[in-house]
């Protein structure tokens, strides 16, 4: 049984050196994201609590478009990764093309959308915020949404990368635009007192980087997955249909997933400034906790996709198994870390006695939801949606979200009086449902059979 195990598993599409190299740089990718988003935290919390109040509001609107792009980003993945199962190089290649230009031209609209809309975003998504927040939160937005077709055209083509197993590209990317980020931070907060601009134009600058470098990779020729080398540009609908049957429910679902969170902010908002800045502080911290398991969930599309579009289920069952082993072994480590840092974080932050014990229960929650379900509420549906289940991943996770997440944060949160920790303790209870009701789907075996492709 163990030689038959063997020569199986000697044609399988990803052996373990194949596995690491894909993940590793995802990992650091994400390390160096999560670690730069904490030093901006940081530095903005130098010109005061409603400064990173401002900013994390702003954030997660971003946040929102971001997960929308990365969304269809993954559909376009998802594409050019089955036809790359299938050896169809050259589809493989179109799917490319195509994703790049269609997220381009949707990213202006929003950008567009988003500037239109500024005051609805502030006076009435926001919620009633204090007039110091709203200042800083005015101030970052309108420099920040100048960066919404960058950071789109970036995560398409780090999206194209990764689908050809190639992560070490989008890894180098992200960190030169991360290190112009922290080093415009540092420079225009630190030596020219710029306060709240001084976070906002230097991301600004590292997402156009970003995306004139991944761009000018992709045009690369002999790279199995590239992008035409001309501005001319003709749709191919076949192949955006394809990618809007993965991409738009997956946006649908990240789209309402943060729109929910959105929703919470502003019940936050109503517990105090000290509430909104332990929430914010606490969101990055735990941005570390669930890293590994964001890194893999990226290696999930590209092993599952590839599997799928060669038609081998049985190379599908057994990497998604050896994924989540891998996802939570990584969680262990990362929570427990965090845990043992805790004290150096909160001091780095000088955070007021208040925010920081809120910060610290807060974390803890989080840190115990994420040991012990994150990867089964996030990972196995990433699973189901690079097979083409897409449709019943955006059920659960948007049935489960509004009435954990959005119904139970205010049961919790506001009529039991728990405040900012019942709105967390709502957030794991959504995570547990969720992964319910995926292992049940995974198991029935109906997601089997809706290869795009």
């Excluded at 001309?230 to 729109?259: A, H, K």
């Excluded at 570390?288 to 190379?315: H, K, W």
């Excluded at 909160?346 to 809120?358: C, D, K």
Aim: proline share 2%; net charge positive.
């Amino acid at each position: 049984m163990k030689r038959k195990q063997s020569v199986d598993r000697s044609r399988y599409l990803f052996d373990n050196h194949t596995l690491r190299i894909l993940i590793v740089p995802l990992v650091i990718e994400q390390l160096l994201s999560i670690l730069v988003g904490m030093a901006d935290s940081i530095m903005v919390s130098n010109v005061g609590e409603a400064a990173v109040s401002g900013v994390s509001l702003v954030d997660s609107v971003m946040l929102l478009l971001i997960n929308i792009f990365a969304a269809l980003a993954t559909g376009g993945a998802v594409v050019a990764g089955q036809y790359l199962g299938r050896e169809d190089r050259e589809n493989a290649c179109r799917a490319s093309d195509q994703l790049v230009w269609f997220v381009g031209g949707v990213s202006l609209v929003i950008m567009a959308l988003v500037y239109l809309g500024r005051n609805f975003i502030l006076h009435t998504l926001f919620g009633q915020i204090e007039a110091d927040v709203m200042a800083h939160a005015d101030t970052y937005l309108l420099i920040v949404a100048a960066s919404i077709p960058f950071i789109a055209i970036y995560n398409a083509g780090a999206a194209i990368f990764r689908a050809q197993g190639n992560s070490k590209v989008s890894m180098q990317v992200s960190i030169i635009m991360n290190i112009v980020n922290v080093v415009g931070n540092a420079t225009l907060i630190y030596s020219f007192h710029r306060g709240t601009e001084g976070v906002a134009i230097p991301t600004l600058v590292s997402r156009m980087v970003a995306a004139v470098l991944v761009i000018a990779l992709l045009r690369r020729e002999e790279l199995p997955l590239h992008i035409n080398r001309t501005l001319r540009f003709r749709p191919r609908w076949d192949m955006i249909r394809r990618i809007l049957y993965i991409g738009v429910p997956n946006g649908l679902e990240n789209s309402m997933f943060q729109l929910g969170k959105i929703l919470v902010l502003s019940l936050v908002s109503t517990f105090g400034t000290y509430a909104i800045t332990a929430n914010a502080v606490g969101g990055v911290v735990a941005s570390f906790q669930i890293l590994p398991g964001m890194a893999i969930n990226l290696a999930v599309t590209t092993v599952i996709s590839r599997c799928i579009g060669a038609g081998d289920y049985e190379q599908a069952e057994y990497y998604c198994k050896k994924l989540h082993i891998i996802a939570y072994g990584c969680e262990i480590a990362t929570v427990l870390l965090t845990f043992a840092a805790l004290p150096l974080i909160l001091w780095a932050y000088n955070l007021s006695e208040l925010t920081a014990r809120t910060t610290e229960q807060v974390l803890l929650i989080h840190g115990l939801g994420a040991l012990l379900v994150w990867p089964i509420a996030f990972t196995l549906p990433t699973v189901l949606r690079s097979a083409g289940d897409v449709k019943v991943s955006m059920a659960v996770s948007l049935l489960s979200m509004w009435v954990c997440r959005i119904v139970l944060s205010y049961v919790f949160g506001q009529y039991l009086g728990f405040g900012v920790l019942g709105v967390w303790a709502a957030m794991v209870t959504d995570w547990v449902v969720r992964a319910v009701c995926f292992i049940a789907r995974y198991c029935s075996g109906k997601w089997k059979g809706k290869a795009v492709v």
